[in-house]
Structures are given as structure tokens and as C-alpha cells.
T-cell receptor, first 107, second 113 residues
């Protein structure tokens, strides 16, 4: 199973762009890269998923280089409500969560 | 309509008791999961069911027994509760195993005293 490594925590200010990078050196050919967001006292919520290059939706962008050994979740112009834990998953049959990145957004 | 619902939301019980947590999804998904999130916030998969069949059992003590009466339900029964079982338990579902967006319930906070 591909293991993921991401920073334990990050701080930002409102209005800034936040990039959270995840490394997954052992990613398999059939694996997808998926990001979830979790607020306190809530279950994780799907943000975005990609296989390669770039994926964008109304919430975030996901950048995946050609070797797919890492990925970067980009949150444009964060607000206080984006304070949460962000999990990077490499999904190929199991939904295995790593330790996540705790993002704190300050006013 | 709540996509994935768990009951109860809070559960306080004494050591040694047996308790159940119920989960239902109205999304028509084939796969359902149970996760445990401990005080350190690690989210660990416990079980995964696909079309009522157990697919994943991640080294969970056999005091934990999932039961899936149909595709829309995956209940978690816990025997002989221990202090270490205190955690938040999340149920989730996805269209198929592991590959797409999973929807999580609001969690059940279990406290064993």
C-alpha cells in the first residue's frame, strides 16, 4: 500500500493561497490521489481526486507531476472556515488515511 | 436528506457492556466502511463491506463485529467494551471499493467508563 507523507501542520492568513504537498513514492499504476477535509466533530469530506496533471473544481486544485510520486493541494484565497485537517490518500482499493495536515487560518 | 446517518451520536457506557452503533446510507452505494478516530485524531479503517460481503478487516479485535443486513446498512456491534474503545466511530459509504468519493456520517462518540 502506498504510504503518504504530508506536513503535520501549516499556518496561513485569510486571503492567501495555501499549498499542501503530499509525497507518495510507492504509488501504484492504478492508484488515484484523493484529498479529504475534516472539521472538528465531523466526518471527513471529499475535496478532490486526480490521477495525473491538474484537476480543478470549485473548491481546490490538485497538481500531480508526471512521476506521480507527489501531489499538491492548492486552496485559493483561504478563509477562516478553511481551518481544518486535510488528508491526502492514495486510493487503489482501500481508503487509508494518513496523519493529515492541520491547517490553521488566521484573520 | 442525510446521505450517511449514524445512531446514536453519543454513547456512554460502562466497561464490559455490549453496545451497537447503527449506520444507514441512502445513496445506493455498494460499499460501506467503519473507521475509528482516537484521541490523537488518527483515522483508522476497521472494516469494509462490498455488497454485504466483508472485504477488509484491519486487525480489529474480534469483540468488534460488523453486520450488514442489506447494502444500505452496516452496523457495528462491540462486545465486552474496554476503556481503550473510547473514540469516535465513523461510518462511510462509496459507490465502489476505495476508488471514488466516500461520504462519511457525523460520527458516534463512544465513551467507556
Amino acid at each position: 500500500l502506498a504510504k503518504t507523507t504530508q506536513p503535520i501542520s501549516m499556518d496561513s492568513y485569510e486571503g492567501q493561497e495555501v499549498n499542501i504537498t503530499c509525497s507518495h513514492n510507492n504509488i501504484a499504476t492504478n492508484d488515484y490521489i484523493t484529498w479529504y477535509q475534516q472539521f472538528p466533530s465531523q466526518g471527513p469530506r471529499f475535496i478532490i481526486q486526480g490521477y495525473k496533471t491538474k484537476v480543478t473544481n470549485e473548491v481546490a486544485s490538485l497538481f500531480i507531476p508526471a512521476d506521480r510520486k507527489s501531489s499538491t493541494l492548492s486552496l485559493p484565497r483561504v478563509s477562516l472556515s478553511d481551518t481544518a485537517v486535510y488528508y491526502c490518500l492514495v486510493v487503489g482499493g482501500k481508503l487509508i488515511f494518513g496523519t493529515g495536515t492541520r491547517l490553521q487560518v488566521f484573520p | 436528506d442525510t446521505a450517511v446517518s449514524q445512531t446514536p451520536k453519543y454513547l456512554v457506557t460502562q466497561m464490559g457492556n455490549d453496545k451497537s452503533i447503527k449506520c444507514e446510507q441512502n445513496l445506493g452505494h455498494d460499499t460501506m466502511y467503519w473507521y475509528k478516530q482516537d484521541s490523537k485524531k488518527f483515522l483508522k479503517i476497521m472494516f469494509s463491506y462490498n455488497n454485504k460481503e466483508l472485504i477488509i478487516n484491519e486487525t480489529v479485535p474480534n469483540r468488534f463485529s460488523p453486520k450488514s443486513p442489506d447494502k444500505a446498512h452496516l452496523n457495528l456491534h462491540i462486545n465486552s467494551l474496554e476503556l481503550g474503545d473510547s473514540a469516535v466511530y465513523f461510518c462511510a459509504s462509496s459507490q465502489y471499493l476505495g476508488g471514488d468519493e466516500a461520504f462519511f456520517g457525523q460520527g458516534t462518540r463512544l465513551t467507556v467508563v
